[in-house]
Structure formats: structure tokens, C-alpha cells
């Protein structure tokens, strides 16, 4: 298993343009999310899915859009980007989006990162 | 409403020697689970220790346990015999049962002095 694999590792962009972070697992994971990790501030949730075609809103979404059309892929797009979105962006995975069942089916699995440099 | 705090940006502990981080937490639902994670300078994740709101006893593995105060609403981490791999950022998370996002406390950064 490759696990959770995130694209790009590292990206500049200009105030106002647009541009996909990847998430993929390959774990039939369930349960998919992003958060952005800034100083300070610890992870912050800004959207995450319980399943193919469900998504919601984390602590922070505004300016962010995510679909889940597959098991395996959790995208999120940055509309029109700002100095703000500057960050480093986890995306993570676990089985199941319960507490039910074994401890091993709600442990996230978390990619390498995304580190986004807004100028 | 969700929430988790850890209130020590930065820690100190002698190698060998023990180090608590606190974590602190609120919730209305009555089944959720606790999660510590450390984050090396590397960057990744790392998952260290679960415990359940109904477990009876406090989670252990190997030279980490928590130390579970429900009525309080602590989880705090206890790291035994600290070794120089241990100086990373930790971070406290919660998941509450009837929600299943996984929410993160500011996180707490160690270091381990020889």
C-alpha cells in the first residue's frame, strides 16, 4: 500500500489564482480530510468526507472547495487564492468515520504535506 | 461545542526523565476518543496513543501512556524516560463519536535536553 500520497510537495502561487491540492489512499479508507498547519495554531480541519459523494465543512472552509466522487480521492481546490491560504496542508484517512469497532479502523493516516507559499 | 486545548507552547525535559503535556478537552457527546500524534521536524504524523471515553483503564504503549481524568476532561501524556528522539511537536486531537471529524489541539513543542 502506498498509503496516503499527497501532490505537489511543495507549490507557489500568485494572489488570485487557483489550483487542486491531491489526496489519495489507496487503504479503502472510509473517512477522508484536509487541515491546514500553521504557527501556533495546531491543525485546523477545513473539510472533511465520510464517504463517496459526502462532504463537510471543517473549522475553516472558506476559500477552499472539496468533492469526493471516489473512495480513493479527496481533492481540494483553492478558489482564488490569498497571502492567507500560505500554509502546510495534511491530508488524512482512517477506515472508518466512527468510534465503532477496533481502534485500528478510526487511526488517521496522514500524507506527507503540502507546503503552499501564497505571494 | 468540540473543543481541545493544550496550554504549553514549549517544554523542556532532561534525557531520561519523565515530561507530562497537558491536553485538555469539552464535549457534550458521552462517547468519544482521544488521540496524541508527534510531528518531528520532518513533518510527518505520527499516531502514539488512543483512549476511549469508556475505557476503564488509562492507555499505555511502551514508554507512553495517558493519563485519563474524565470527570476533569484531561488527557494528558506522559512520556517516561525521554530520550533526544523525543523532541518533536505533540499534538492532542479528539473525535467525537456522533461526529466524526477529528479536531487538534495548538499543539505542544518538546525538546529533550542531553
Known amino acids: 500500500n502506498a498509503g496516503v500520497t499527497q501532490t505537489p510537495k511543495f507549490q507557489v502561487l500568485k494572489t488570485g489564482q487557483s489550483m487542486t491540492l491531491q489526496c489519495a489512499q489507496d487503504?479503502?479508507?472510509?473517512?477522508m480530510s484536509w487541515y491546514r498547519q500553521d504557527p501556533g495554531m495546531g491543525l485546523r480541519l477545513i473539510h472533511y468526507?465520510?464517504?463517496?459523494?459526502?462532504?463537510d465543512q471543517g473549522e475553516v472552509p472558506n476559500g477552499y472547495n472539496v468533492s469526493r466522487s471516489t473512495t480513493e480521492d479527496f481533492p481540494l481546490r483553492l478558489l482564488s487564492a490569498a497571502p492567507s491560504q500560505t500554509s502546510v496542508y495534511f491530508c488524512?484517512?482512517?477506515?472508518?468515520?466512527?468510534?465503532?469497532?477496533?481502534?485500528?479502523?478510526?487511526?488517521?493516516?496522514f500524507g506527507p504535506g503540502t507546503r503552499l507559499t501564497v505571494t | 461545542a468540540q473543543k481541545i486545548t493544550q496550554t504549553q507552547p514549549g517544554m523542556f525535559v532532561q534525557e531520561k526523565e519523565a515530561v507530562t503535556l497537558d491536553c485538555t478537552y469539552d464535549?457534550?457527546?458521552?462517547?468519544?476518543?482521544l488521540f496524541w500524534y508527534k510531528q518531528p521536524s520532518s513533518g510527518e504524523m505520527i499516531f502514539l496513543i488512543y483512549?476511549?471515553?469508556?475505557?476503564?483503564q488509562n492507555a499505555t504503549e511502551g514508554r507512553y501512556s495517558l493519563n485519563f481524568q474524565k470527570a476533569r476532561k484531561s488527557a494528558n501524556l506522559v512520556i517516561s524516560a525521554s530520550q533526544l528522539g523525543d523532541s518533536a511537536m505533540y499534538f492532542c486531537?479528539?473525535?467525537?463519536?456522533?461526529?466524526?471529524?477529528?479536531?487538534f489541539g495548538q499543539g505542544t513543542t518538546l525538546q529533550v535536553k542531553p
Open positions: 468526507s465520510v464517504g463517496a459523494g459526502i462532504t
Open positions: 486531537a479528539m473525535r467525537e463519536h456522533r461526529r466524526s471529524k477529528l479536531i
Open positions: 487503504m479503502n479508507h472510509e473517512y
Open positions: 464535549t457534550s457527546d458521552p462517547s468519544y476518543g
Open positions: 483512549q476511549g471515553s469508556y475505557d476503564q
Open positions: 488524512a484517512s482512517s477506515y472508518s468515520s466512527s468510534l465503532a469497532g477496533d481502534q485500528a479502523s478510526y487511526e488517521q493516516y
